[in-house]
């Protein structure tokens, strides 16, 4: 079935670091990949979203790029600031798997925390 | 962009008891709703997949005596808890594919608490 692997946290960094936070994913169709962040208490926001191999999302400074290659959705970003603590989850959609619409496969989530 | 309400955002209730938690979609039709629930420092798990008209689709390993889903229009789906027994007590997410299709609007959760 499909699997979504990311590092485990927490994982802290200094304000204005580089932040590289690792996800890989197995499926059996074409799926569309996703970054979520979730802050305390809050449900899920749409981070960024890639829909085919090579495409690049982005939003807000953060950056992933799909590599089908290496299975890879990997979350990027040049310089991070206190703001962005929070959750981050990688999640895939195998919408090309039969049986019609799906939910997504979430990974465990990355614990992210930036100290001033 | 897409909105999708959830309510209650957190309730509290008697063991025994039955919640019903819903989840709008505000400015699009979904035919198709997900229910997750998340532990606490852990990811969230698909419960079921709610069908406009039809019923719910669920996940190997959730009972579905115990939470019941119902899509009875493109904008509403419940999930209610019924019996709620302390370990239900859990964070609630709903969602719901955006008009494209290959995005998914989460609502903002619902804590339930069984005491």
């Known amino acids: 079935g499909d699997s979504v692997t990311q590092m485990e946290g927490p994982v802290t960094l200094s304000e204005e670091a580089f932040l590289t936070i690792n996800c890989t994913y197995t499926?059996?169709?074409?799926?569309?990949l996703f970054w979520y962040v979730q802050y305390p208490g809050e449900g899920l926001q749409l981070l960024l979203k890639?829909?085919?191999?090579?495409d690049k999302g982005s939003n807000k400074g953060f950056e992933a790029t799909y590599r089908k290659e290496t299975t890879s959705f990997h979350l990027e970003k040049g310089s991070v600031q206190v703001s962005d603590s929070a959750v981050y989850f990688c999640?895939?959609?195998?919408?090309?798997?039969?049986?019609?619409?799906?939910?997504?496969?979430f990974g465990k989530g990355t614990h992210l925390i930036i100290q001033p | 962009g897409a909105v999708v309400s959830q309510h209650p955002s957190w309730v509290i209730c008697k063991s025994g008891t039955s919640v019903k938690i819903e989840c709008r979609s505000l400015d699009f039709q979904a035919t198709t709703m997900f229910w997750y629930r998340q532990f606490p420092k852990q990811s969230l798990m698909l419960m079921a997949t709610?069908?406009?008209?039809?019923?719910?689709?669920?996940e190997q390993g959730v009972e579905k005596d115990k939470f019941l889903i119902n899509h009875a229009s493109l904008t509403l789906s419940t999930l209610t808890v019924t019996s709620a027994h302390p370990e239900d007590s859990s964070f609630y997410i709903c969602?719901?594919?955006?008009?494209?299709?290959?995005?998914?609007?989460f609502g903002s959760g619902t804590r339930l608490t069984v005491v």
């Open positions: 709610s069908n406009e008209g039809s019923k719910a689709t669920y």
């Open positions: 999640a895939l959609s195998d919408i090309g798997r039969a049986g019609g619409a799906d939910g997504l496969t």
């Open positions: 499926a059996t169709g074409y799926p569309s």
């Open positions: 969602s719901a594919r955006d008009r494209e299709g290959y995005g998914y609007t």
């Open positions: 890639a829909t085919k191999a090579d």
